[in-house]
């Protein structure tokens, strides 16, 4: 019997959709800006961080101290290898690692028993590190859900990870049909986006994130992932992991929102 075709791909966010650290990747961050320049506590003040790839904030940072983009990719590989270090050693600390958002564990465990029918596969799409991304999920138990994935230190324009993410999913055989990304911030819609690609908004970043993520105007917007039923209708999936052409009436839409 021929192998069933993969239909849809699903992928996630990590930072404020799947997780939250309190903090421990912004202080760690710090800490390695300080280790390798020098520079003090605050170095971040004033940089927007949420839905940025690792490499952009310090790009970002570089230029608030007077220096361009070719001299953050000079450092760039000192300064995440300082980073993931600070990092590992935050969240060893269970008081301050933070939380697993509500709803992902469900959700996960849904997609993994569509999954298993073979027509949809989950991985990431993450403006983290690689190495970040893995100690952040690793620390929750999370690392191990995702079969594939594509990270901020891979591609210069946050855009391109989708490309990257369908192509490791795939491996050369045919489809998907349809991506669909899930997210906390406008920058993950518009990823999707840039490909005719499905959204999914999700109302678990920072407070600052939520009118600009109704704005972005995703296919479907969620205040979590506690309802694991309105999650996959937002993903387009139905009980047999096929794609359905339209949302339920559970699903919170921005007014005027995308195509279904």
Partial sequence: MPATPVTTLVLFD?????????????????????????????????????????????????LAHGEDAAFARAHATRVFAAYTRRLEAALRDPASRGEVLPGVVGALDALDAMAGLGAVRV?????????????????????????????????????????????????????????????DTARDVAVARAHRERAVGVCTGPAYCR??????????????????????DACGLDGRSRPRCRPTRSISRPSGGGPP
């Fill in 211 to 232: 009118s600009e993520l109704v704005a972005a105007r995703p296919d479907a917007l969620l205040e979590n992932l506690s309802d694991t039923g309105a999650f996959l």
């Fill in 123 to 183: 991985g990431l799409l993450t403006g983290n590190v690689r190495e970040g991304a893995r100690l952040k999920l690793s620390a929750f138990g999370l690392w191990g859900r995702f079969a594939f994935g594509a990270f901020g230190d891979e591609v210069d324009v946050r855009s391109d990870l989708l490309p990257l993410a369908v192509r490791r999913a795939m491996d050369g055989e045919p489809g998907p049909a349809r991506s669909v990304v899930v997210g």
């Fill in 14 to 62: 990590i930072d404020g959709t799947l997780l939250r650290t309190r903090g421990a990747g912004r202080r760690a961050f710090e800490e390695a800006l300080q280790d390798v320049f020098g520079w003090r506590d605050g170095a971040l003040a004033g940089v927007r961080y949420a839905g940025e790839t690792d490499p952009a904030i310090l790009a970002q940072v570089c």
